[in-house]
């Protein structure tokens, strides 16, 4: 049964750094390309950063492109996003998900919150 649980997220002033973490299991965690959305209420959940397990490289979307990093280990079947240089506008419940399988999966999410 797959699962993911994010953790890490919180209150943090503008400027600030928070890393959250998304604990797999379930799944083969090293073959699967993983990614960080992100969603505010009224709005489309967004895609934040993709990490490819295949070749290894990492995507991100313009709007945190050079701030965040997403990151994954495998022995602990765990994936990262280190965020840096919060903004406001960051704010939002952050979700990580494993993509490629029959179906995409999701976790329960984390909030962040950036805000003086």
């Known amino acids: 049964q797959v699962h993911l649980v994010e953790s890490g997220g919180g209150l943090v002033q503008p400027g600030g750094s928070l890393r959250l973490s998304c604990a797999a299991s379930?799944?083969?965690?090293?073959?699967?390309?993983m990614r960080w959305y992100r969603q505010t209420a009224g709005k489309e959940r967004e895609l934040v950063a993709t990490?490819?397990?295949?070749?290894?490289?990492?995507n991100y979307a313009d709007a945190v492109k050079g701030r965040f990093t997403v990151s994954r280990d495998n022995a602990k079947m765990t994936v990262y996003l280190q965020m840096n240089s919060l903004k406001p506008e960051d704010t939002a419940v952050y979700y990580c998900?494993?993509?490629?399988?029959?179906?995409?999966?999701w976790g329960q999410g984390t909030q962040v919150t950036v805000s003086s």
């Open positions: 379930g799944f083969t965690f090293s073959s699967t390309t």
């Open positions: 990490n490819n397990y295949s070749s290894g490289t990492t």
């Open positions: 998900s494993a993509v490629g399988m029959l179906r995409d999966y």
